[in-house]
């Protein structure tokens, strides 16, 4: 039996990116799945990829601002006109917003990030969560966050706020919804090779997809099968967890040290004995030595 079968989910974003890879995947999982998103050329993109493999019926497109609540309203209710109900709903669309030093970040160009990152979050867990409790059967509320909202260094002033405030979105309606068995979670992912990174030249950011311990570059699918996960019973006792998919990005930390190889502590080996007065001995590794 497939993972998601009979299982009906939303996924907003879904003309791009990972948002596109996950629809991929819940299809294949055995789920109906219905792409909101405001690129409506790339929307009828995704729902051909979608045709070609087989999964015409399954799949529809709705227009959708996910800032907007009237939309948001009429992309739950898609879900449960074209399939019947809503199980899942995965909150992932997203744009970089403003960016800029603070004194030259703009209120619009703010208020534009909180709407798009932030406020659709909040709209779309009001409305599908509503959907969901209509059937009485629970569900699943997914968020892309980012590790941006996690730490400083990852983003823009302001999307890495609107992040930040979208994690803890996830641990308070969570806590709100367990009681109906509706489960909210999140993805924080690192570096992935999507068009709103690299906007068609991943050739180009290269340095960047490969900033993190993980040798392979952070693809879409990278964040669809967690998103599939994350969606499937066999995440039935995870709720108001964001996952941090990000090849040990955040693991490296602030990195003081060095990274990889030229980490200061991979060069030599030995006890720190502090101020002690105790001797302190100290092994220079020789690069063939390093195991
Ligand atoms: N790519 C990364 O490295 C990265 C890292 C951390 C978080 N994220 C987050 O991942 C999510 C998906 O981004 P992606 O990298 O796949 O980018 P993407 O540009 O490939 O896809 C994003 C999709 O969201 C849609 N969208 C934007 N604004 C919308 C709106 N107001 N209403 C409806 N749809 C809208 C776009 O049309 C697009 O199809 C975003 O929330 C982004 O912030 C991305």
Same mark, same amino acid.
């Given at each position: 039996m497939k993972k998601l079968a009979g299982k009906v989910a939303i996924v907003t974003g879904g003309a791009s990116g990972m948002g596109r890879a996950t629809v991929m995947r819940f299809l294949a999982d055995g789920a109906k799945v219905?792409?909101?998103?405001?690129?409506?050329?790339?929307?009828?993109? =995704?729902? +051909?990829? $979608?045709?070609?493999? &087989?999964? %015409?019926? #399954?799949? !529809?497109?709705?227009?959708?601002?996910? @800032?907007?609540?009237?939309?948001?309203?009429?992309?739950?209710?898609?879900?449960?006109?074209?399939?019947?109900?809503?199980?899942?709903a995965y909150l992932n669309a997203g744009v970089g917003g403003a960016f800029?030093?603070?004194?030259?970040?703009?209120?619009?160009g703010w208020d534009y990030t909180f709407a798009v990152l932030t406020r659709s979050v909040f709209l779309g867990m009001k409305h599908t969560s509503l959907a969901m409790k209509k059937h009485g059967q629970g569900g699943v509320i997914l968020? =892309?966050? +980012?590790? $941006?909202?996690?730490? &400083?260094? %990852?983003? #823009?002033? !302001?999307?890495?706020?609107?992040?930040? @405030?979208?994690i803890s979105l996830i641990e308070n309606v969570a806590a709100e919804l367990g009681p109906d068995r509706i489960r909210v979670v999140g993805i924080a992912p690192g570096v992935i090779s999507t068009p709103l990174v690299h906007r068609g030249k991943p050739e180009r950011y290269e340095k960047q997809f490969k900033q993190q311990p993980w040798p392979d570059r952070g693809e879409p699918e990278d964040i669809a099968d967690v998103a599939a996960f994350l969606c499937s019973s066999d995440a039935r006792f995870i709720t108001g967890e964001t996952v941090k998919v990000d090849g040990g990005l955040l693991a490296q930390?602030?990195?003081l040290w060095g990274t990889g190889a030229d980490n200061t502590f991979m060069k030599s080996a030995g006890v720190n004995r502090g101020t002690t007065g105790e001797t302190m001995v100290v092994r220079t590794l020789q690069s063939g030595e390093r195991k």
């Open positions: 219905v792409v909101a998103d405001l690129n409506e050329q790339n929307g009828a993109e =995704t729902i +051909s990829v $979608a045709r070609a493999q &087989g999964h %015409g019926d #399954s799949v !529809a497109f709705i227009r959708t601002d996910v @800032a907007r609540e009237a939309d948001v309203v009429a992309m739950a209710a898609e879900a449960e006109k074209r399939f019947g109900r809503l199980d899942i800029g030093p603070i004194a030259e970040t703009s209120v619009e968020v =892309t966050a +980012s590790i $941006a909202g996690m730490v &400083g260094g %990852g983003g #823009s002033h !302001a999307y890495s706020a609107a992040k930040a @405030a979208v930390g602030v990195a």
